[in-house]
DNA sequence: GCATCTGTTATATGATTGGTGTAACAAATA
DNA sequence: TATTTGTTACACCAATCATATAACAGATGC
C-alpha cells in the first residue's frame, strides 16, 4: 500500500475537505492508489496533516457520495470506483459548458481545448 | 441591445452571485450579448431577478476581477473581455485536471472528451 | 476478556461567507 | 433640478467551515 501525498494549503479560499476530496481523486486517477486500497483512517490523516478529524470525515463522506469510495468498520475507506458512465458524462458536459465558456469568450480554439485535454490525459493514463 | 435572461435557482447550493456570474460568462460566449454591450445596472437588474442589489454588484465585481466586464460610470457595467490567452490556457487547465480525473475514474476516454468538447463548442460558436 | 482502533454521531464554539436592508456620496444623465 | 449611476459604509441574520470534546458500537490484536 502506497503512502497517500496530501498538500494542504491553509491559505487557499478552497474549503480543507474540498482539496482533500480533490487531491484524493486526483490520486485515484494518476493510479497513485488503486481500486480496493484503503485511505487512511480520519484520525491518522487528521494528525498527519495537521487539520480536525470531523474535516478528514467530511472530506470522505463527500467522496463515499459521490461513489469514490466505500465505507466499511474494517477496512475503513476503501477505494471503491461506481462505474455510472452516463451520469458521469452528463457531469462533465455540465462542468465543461462553464470552463469553455470562459474560454471560448478568450478566443481559445476547439482544437487548444482538445491539446490541452491530451496533455493532462497523459498525466493520468501513465500507468 | 438584447434583454439578458437570467434564470436564478434560490434552492440551488450555489451561491446567487456565482449563478449570475456564470449565466452572464455563458451570454457572452453564446454570443447573446457582445462586447461593447451593456449589462443593466445593478439596481435594475436585482429587481427584476428578485434579489439585493449586493448580490448583483458582487457578481458584477466578480466579472470585472476576472476582466469580462468594465464599469463605467457612464455605460454602467460593458463587456470587455481580457485576452490574456496565456493565463486563459492555464486557468483552465489548472481546472480541467480535477474534471478530467473524476471522468478517468469512471473510465471516461478520451475520445469522449473531445466529443463533449465538440459538442458544447458547436453551442458556442454558433453565431 | 481487555485494550485499542475503527467509523459514526452528538453537541458546542468561533470565524467566515452569503444575502439582505438601509443609507449616503459623487458623478453622470435627462 | 431631479433622477440614475456605481460605490461605499454600516448593520443584521443565516449558513458554512473548522475546530474541540465526548461518547457509542463494532472490529481487531493480544
Known amino acids: 500500500m502506497k503512502e497517500i501525498i496530501i498538500e494542504i494549503d491553509f491559505n487557499s479560499d478552497e474549503a480543507i475537505y474540498m482539496q482533500l476530496r480533490n487531491q484524493i481523486i486526483m490520486g485515484i486517477a494518476v493510479a497513485e492508489i488503486q481500486e ?3 485511505l487512511p483512517s480520519v484520525r ?10 470531523h474535516t478528514v470525515n467530511k472530506a470522505y463522506s463527500v467522496l463515499k457520495q459521490e ?3 466505500k465505507l466499511d468498520r474494517r ?3 476503501v477505494i471503491a470506483v461506481s462505474t455510472d458512465k452516463l451520469e458521469a458524462l452528463a457531469d462533465m458536459k455540465k462542468q465543461l ?3 469553455l ?3 471560448c469568450c478568450r ?3 476547439r482544437n487548444e481545448v482538445h491539446e490541452l485535454v491530451d496533455e493532462i490525459f497523459q498525466e ?3 500507468e
Do not use: C, W
Open 101 to 103: 465558456a470562459r474560454g
Open 97 to 99: 459548458r462553464l470552463i
Open 67 to 69: 461513489g469514490f469510495i
Open 36 to 38: 480496493g486500497d484503503s
Open 44 to 53: 491518522k490523516l487528521s494528525e498527519k496533516i495537521g487539520v480536525n478529524m
Open 124 to 126: 493520468y493514463q501513465a
Open 75 to 77: 477496512k475503513g475507506a
Open 107 to 109: 478566443n481559445i480554439t
